[in-house]
């Protein structure tokens, strides 16, 4: 079911343009779209689990193909009267008179009375030959959406931080084969290596150089030194950069996201409804959160949906009573 809505069919006015269609923007747009709000969902078509076979640990969608999860959400939206658009925000900016003005790619141009920016995030890889083009198959990072998936197979983890040793113990639930692979980061101290040792976990020195398949699968990397440790699954920290390109007009306040300890990442500061620093902007999903899984960013675009149409009530009522005729 096609759900976009041509060029023409787009007004020029809505009361919320939702910027980004995955899980958190399109939950948001329901809640809006629900209460009777007028709602376009601009989308680039790019969502970050694209590669994955499926959505896990989504109560009632377990296994659900990603993009398949994204067709129904957009039936559900358009059922409210929400409109969806295929294109990418290059500008956004606030208008003095209130509001926002939003430009397309494609040279549409928008206003809105508040903004829900739900962009998601982008996952830098490691720099080894042939990891990327894994990405999401057989190199993964979640032990929650992809561990059943490679249960009891070798398991490979890459070490680019001090969080490490935090995922090989992580991802030894999943399998009695985990191994250690010492591309970078700080070297291991003896409490680390006794906790390994303990679970089973091997250790492999030197850096990763590249990756080998067989037969469009994984099967093992080689390390600097050339040797070759045989794998089926191999898992990486990514550093999750927050989308907000097109958006820096907006001003929203951009921070280092953290892992005990460990900056990972960016994020955009938002408070625990999903308001940003930008009075009539909010965020939801991985740009705003960028641990949580799918449903947990459906849950953050519910909450900021909910307090997206809150403020509008808000103003109305005010203008509503600047406009009752004096006693």
Request: net charge negative.
């Amino acid at each position: 079911m096609d759900t976009t809505a041509p060029h023409n069919a787009i007004a020029d006015h809505y009361e919320v343009v939702v910027i980004g269609g995955g899980a958190a923007g399109l939950s948001g747009a329901l809640a809006l779209s629900r209460a009777r709000r007028s709602v376009l969902v601009v989308d680039e078509g790019r969502p970050r689990n694209a590669p994955a076979a499926g959505v896990h640990t989504f109560l009632t969608r377990e296994g659900t193909p990603p993009a398949q999860l994204l067709e129904i959400g957009r039936a559900e939206i358009t059922g409210y009267g929400a409109q969806v658009r295929t294109g990418r925000v290059v500008h956004a900016r606030a208008r003095d008179e209130g509001g926002f003005d939003v430009h397309l790619e494609d040279g549409a141009a928008l206003t809105a009375d508040r903004l829900l920016v739900a962009t998601g995030l982008v996952d830098e890889l490691p720099p080894i030959p042939g990891l990327a083009e894994r990405w999401g198959r057989d190199v993964l990072h979640c032990p929650y959406c992809h561990g059943w998936e490679v249960r009891d197979e070798a398991i490979g983890v890459v070490a680019t931080n001090a969080m490490a040793v935090h995922q090989a113990l992580l991802w030894r639930q999943w399998s009695s084969r985990v191994t250690l692979l010492q591309h970078g980061g700080a070297d291991l101290d003896r409490g680390e290596r006794d906790r390994l040792r303990a679970r089973g976990v091997g250790v492999v020195a030197g850096p990763v150089s590249r990756v080998l398949t067989e037969d469009d699968r994984l099967v093992g990397v080689e390390t600097a030194d050339g040797a070759t440790v045989e794998l089926r699954a191999l898992v990486v920290a990514t550093y999750l950069r927050a989308r907000v390109r097109g958006l820096e007009g907006l001003g929203l306040k951009v921070v280092q996201a953290q892992a005990m300890g460990q900056v990972v990442g960016t994020q955009v500061e938002t408070d625990a409804m999903g308001a940003t620093n930008v009075p009539g902007v909010w965020a939801a999903g991985n740009a705003a959160t960028p641990f949580d899984q799918v449903v947990g960013g459906a849950a953050a675009g519910l909450r900021a949906g909910a307090a997206i149409n809150a403020d509008l009530v808000a103003e109305q009522t005010r203008r509503a009573v600047e406009a009752l005729p004096a006693a």
